[in-house]
C-alpha cells in the first residue's frame, strides 16, 4: 500500500502484465504512460483505491481484470479490451477516449462506467 507516481514532464513509463504476471493496486497509482495486460495477465485494484492512467490500456489475451467495490480506476486515453478478457466492475471505471470491446470479452459487475468517447462491441463480446 502506498503511492506510486510517475510524474510529468519526465519519461512517461508504461506498465506492462502478461505471460501469467500479476499486478495488484493497494494504494492510489498515477501513471503517465500506457497500461497493458495481456497474455494470462491478472490486474486486481483494490477497494476504495484510485488508479490513474494517463494513457490508453489495452486488456487483451486472456486476462483477468478486477476493479473492487469502491476502486476507482481512471483512464484518459483508450480502453480496448479483446481477446478473452473478463474484466470485473465493482467499483468506477472512467474512460476519457473510446472504448473498444471484441472477441469474445467481457464486461460484468456491479460497479459504474462512463465514458467520454464511443462505445464499440463487436465479435462476441
Known sequence: TGTITDNSGGTA?????????YFEVAGKVIIEGDLEVRNFGEFILRGCDTMIVKGSVDFRNETE????????LIIEGDLNMRNDNATTVNGTLSVGGNLVSRNFSTMTGTGNLETAGSITINNSS
Not at 65 to 72: G, R
Request: contains cysteine.
Open 65 to 72: 481484470v478486477t476493479i473492487e467495490s469502491c476502486a476507482v
Open 13 to 21: 513509463y508504461n506498465i506492462d502484465v502478461r505471460g501469467n504476471g
